[in-house]
């Protein structure tokens, strides 16, 4: 194996013609990598998006080869995939209003080009879903808000909106797969590639859902129960360090604060929380 790349979260190896993708416990908000990681997490992650890749199967293909076919050190962690040609956009399905959308709603009553009507508030349900792309940073740096036109000028018309058809598609199996389970899933983040790396003119046939799908990190999930358009949602996802970490005074550059026990268990028992109530299982590692 060679190790080719370090992500926020996961790292990546080069083994073969297959990559190996492994989740690790760091935790990151606005981001900067904090100090303190989060037992469990990356099992968490892979095993939850491993469970939804073989309920979306049907909607798009993915890039998993397995999830047991890996190092022992890497048990439960890490899987293995296929290589991709990534697409330079992350997607995003938004059915209700929170975090960034909200904020550029409440600047220009849109959310990436797309029109809202007025008076939506925090936590508002969303007519219907939309997709709000924005571009994709490795470097370090923050991505951005991108309109579909920006993303059909990069990658052309019909795979901008074979992108927007598959990411709203994905959303709404999550969706209601979830409330079935008393979540909400209030919006998620997926990421595609092209089956068969290459250069020239791809079908948009080979769009494939890769990295995480989700999971916590990538979507909010809010118990269905508790919600109140109007004020912040309770969240089984990193929002709760996100909130924590705004309440420091922090000035959300490196280096970030060391996480306190208490937030430290209780963002792991969300994240056990969610995995339990989407899957209808108890969480083993």
Same mark, same amino acid.
């Given at each position: 194996?060679?190790?080719? #790349?370090?992500?926020?979260?996961?790292? @990546?190896?080069?083994?073969?013609?297959?990559?190996?993708?492994?989740?690790?416990?760091?935790?990151?908000? #606005?981001?900067?990598?904090?100090?303190?990681?989060?037992?469990?997490?990356?099992?968490?992650? $892979?095993?939850?998006?491993?469970?939804?890749?073989?309920?979306?199967?049907?909607?798009?293909?993915?890039?998993?080869?397995?999830?047991?076919?890996?190092?022992?050190?890497?048990?439960?962690?890490?899987?293995?995939?296929?290589?991709?040609?990534?697409?330079?956009?992350?997607? @995003?399905?938004?059915?209700?209003?929170?975090?960034?959308?909200?904020?550029?709603?409440?600047?220009?009553?849109?959310?990436?080009?797309?029109?809202?009507?007025?008076?939506?508030?925090?936590?508002?349900?969303?007519?219907?879903?939309?997709?709000?792309?924005? $571009?994709?940073?490795?470097?370090?740096?923050?991505?951005?808000?991108?309109?579909?036109?920006?993303?059909?000028?990069?990658?052309?018309?019909?795979?901008?909106?074979?992108?927007?058809?598959?990411?709203?598609?994905?959303?709404?199996?999550?969706?209601?797969?979830?409330?079935?389970?008393?979540? @909400?899933? +209030?919006?998620?983040?997926?990421?595609?590639?092209?089956?068969?790396?290459?250069?020239? +003119?791809?079908?948009?046939?080979?769009?494939?859902? +890769?990295?995480?799908?989700?999971?916590?990190?990538?979507?909010?999930?809010?118990?269905?129960?508790?919600?109140?358009?109007?004020?912040?949602?309770?969240? #089984?996802?990193?929002?709760?360090?996100?909130?924590?970490?705004?309440?420091?005074?922090?000035?959300?550059?490196?280096?970030?604060?060391?996480?306190?026990?208490?937030?430290?268990?209780?963002?792991?028992?969300? #994240?056990?929380?969610?995995?339990?109530?989407?899957?209808?299982?108890?969480?083993?590692?």
């Amino acid at each position: 194996m060679q190790h080719v #790349y370090s992500g926020k979260v996961r790292e @990546i190896y080069e083994d073969g013609a297959d990559l190996l993708l492994v989740a690790s416990d760091r935790v990151s908000v #606005y981001d900067v990598v904090l100090p303190t990681p989060i037992p469990d997490k990356g099992a968490l992650l $892979t095993q939850l998006s491993v469970w939804w890749f073989g309920r979306l199967a049907d909607i798009v293909p993915n890039h998993l080869v397995s999830a047991t076919d890996v190092p022992a050190e890497f048990a439960g962690r890490g899987i293995r995939c296929r290589r991709l040609e990534m697409v330079p956009f992350e997607c @995003i399905a938004r059915g209700y209003l929170a975090g960034s959308g909200l904020r550029e709603y409440q600047e220009t009553g849109a959310i990436s080009g797309v029109e809202l009507p007025p008076g939506l508030v925090e936590g508002s349900r969303l007519p219907a879903p939309i997709f709000t792309p924005t $571009t994709k940073v490795s470097d370090g740096g923050h991505d951005a808000p991108a309109t579909f036109a920006q993303v059909a000028a990069a990658v052309g018309v019909e795979t901008a909106e074979r992108l927007r058809a598959l990411t709203l598609a994905v959303y709404g199996r999550g969706a209601e797969r979830a409330a079935r389970n008393g979540i @909400i899933v +209030a919006d998620t983040k997926l990421e595609f590639g092209f089956a068969g790396a290459g250069t020239g +003119a791809r079908a948009a046939d080979t769009l494939t859902l +890769a990295d995480e799908v989700l999971t916590p990190d990538s979507s909010r999930f809010w118990p269905a129960d508790d919600w109140a358009p109007g004020r912040p949602q309770h969240a #089984y996802d990193k929002q709760f360090v996100r909130d924590w970490a705004a309440g420091t005074g922090w000035d959300k550059k490196p280096p970030a604060p060391e996480l306190p026990a208490e937030v430290v268990a209780a963002t792991q028992a969300r #994240y056990v929380d969610a995995y339990e109530k989407i899957t209808g299982t108890v969480w083993r590692r």
